[in-house]
């Protein structure tokens, strides 16, 4: 096999920058076996780090016309590997070095320092279907000898590539993904919607809105995620996961931004919190996020359950977004209603309770439209309404419910 290549140094590593067909891949690279250690157990840990991923990766090859990969870094050993230079000389007398053919004789012994998964993915689509064989990936060629000193080489570069690849971060996902759905059409919100607008979304990396912060309705991620449960009501049966793989139709696209728009267009109608959000200029959350507690839909524990909650009214009656909203008992979205005290928020600390989201839905729906709840959920929601009050029996729990029922109904 000769390849032509790009010779360079970094550091004590010469390495050879080439392109390698996906058939080659499949034919010349093999997984590391004893080329890092000696011992059987050290060998089947590196054999078990490589996980389902590569499935996702040999999808990827067949679902996305517009694919492409990182370069594999892979190590040589054994063999006779011969580098042939070519010299380039310009007409102004500059010389172009480093550029040539590297020739393998057949002999050599192959493996992925750095890329693993995509060669198995590789591996995979070359063993289904011959039309990927003739598809090139860019590869880096690397030198390996099998003494101590070769293999305590060549883990540390191994575990420095690995160490330090970081995974593509969600805001990422939100401000690039062409392929992802609910990351296009959160774009879209962001950009034309008013509730989304300068300073509305808070660029954070976690869900959580620091105390400090009066401007952010609520955080990408937390808008993302909300987002996404509207996606599950736009595909009724499908599967979330793999839908975003993949850039649906622009038809599509544009019904699912009929659809978020729909559901947050209705909440500033009917929430009269909202409302006033929009209004301030700039814009202020202080009336609705406060040591108080505020509104829990300005809460990332609150809005979350709180969109599953309308997702379920919506998927089980049938409503739209005007009449389910119509049936809200506002009231219920205040943090100091008796019964999210230490469900959703801590009166002593002035702090949210974090772990409860699924009690937090099954008690938004109990007073919204209490029939869709099952006598399981029921029990779970007295459950937990009595362990987090520290309470000896249900009744205490009911005198809660009729409180809340009492101040919601005021409304």
Request: hydrophobic content about 35%.
């Amino acid at each position: 096999m000769k390849v032509p290549a790009i010779r360079a140094q970094i550091g004590t590593w010469v390495y050879y920058m080439s392109t390698l067909s996906f058939k080659q891949v499949n034919d010349y690279v093999k997984r590391i076996d004893d080329e890092l250690h000696k011992s059987v157990l050290l060998r089947e840990m590196l054999q078990r780090s490589i996980s389902d991923n590569y499935k996702d990766i040999a999808q990827y090859i067949v679902t996305q016309e517009e694919r492409f990969f990182n370069s594999l870094v892979l190590a040589v050993y054994d063999g006779e590997p011969q580098w042939h230079e070519i010299r380039i000389e310009s007409e102004d007398d500059d010389e172009y070095m480093g550029i040539g053919v590297l020739e393998l004789s057949g002999t050599e012994k192959i493996f992925p320092v750095d890329g693993q998964h995509r060669v198995e993915g590789i591996k995979q689509v070359v063993a289904e279907s011959e039309l990927y064989n003739e598809e090139k990936i860019s590869v880096i060629f690397i030198g390996h000898k099998k003494d101590e000193e070769g293999m305590q080489r060549s883990r540390r570069l191994f575990s420095t590539l690995n160490r330090y690849a970081k995974p593509v971060s969600m805001r990422d996902i939100i401000a690039l993904d062409e392929d992802d759905i609910v990351a296009i059409c959160s774009r879209e919100l962001i950009d034309n919607h008013v509730l989304f607008s300068d300073e509305c979304i808070l660029n954070s990396k976690t869900k959580a809105i620091p105390e400090s912060n009066t401007s952010a309705f609520t955080t990408i991620i937390t808008f993302y995620e909300c987002n996404r449960h509207l996606l599950s009501l736009h595909l009724k049966n499908g599967n979330v996961k793999e839908y975003i793989r993949k850039r649906p139709p622009e038809e599509d696209i544009k019904k699912f931004e009929k659809l978020c728009n729909e559901y947050w267009d209705s909440m500033i109608r009917h929430i009269d919190d909202l409302k006033d959000y929009i209004k301030t200029n700039p814009a202020s959350t202080i009336a609705m996020r406060n040591r108080d507690g505020g509104n829990l839909l300005f809460r990332p524990a609150g809005i979350l359950p709180f969109t599953k909650a309308v997702m379920r009214i919506k998927q089980n009656r049938g409503w739209d977004f005007e009449e389910i909203f119509l049936k809200l008992p506002q009231k219920l979205l205040d943090l100091q209603c008796p019964v999210w005290k230490n469900i959703l928020w801590n009166n002593e600390r002035k702090t949210m309770v974090m772990n409860n989201q699924g009690v937090v839905g099954f008690i938004l729906l109990y007073f919204w439209d209490g029939e869709l709840l099952t006598v399981k959920e029921k029990e779970k929601m007295m459950i937990e309404l009595r362990s987090a009050n520290q309470l000896s029996g249900d009744e205490e729990v009911i005198n809660i419910i009729s409180q809340t029922k009492k101040i919601i109904s005021i409304h």
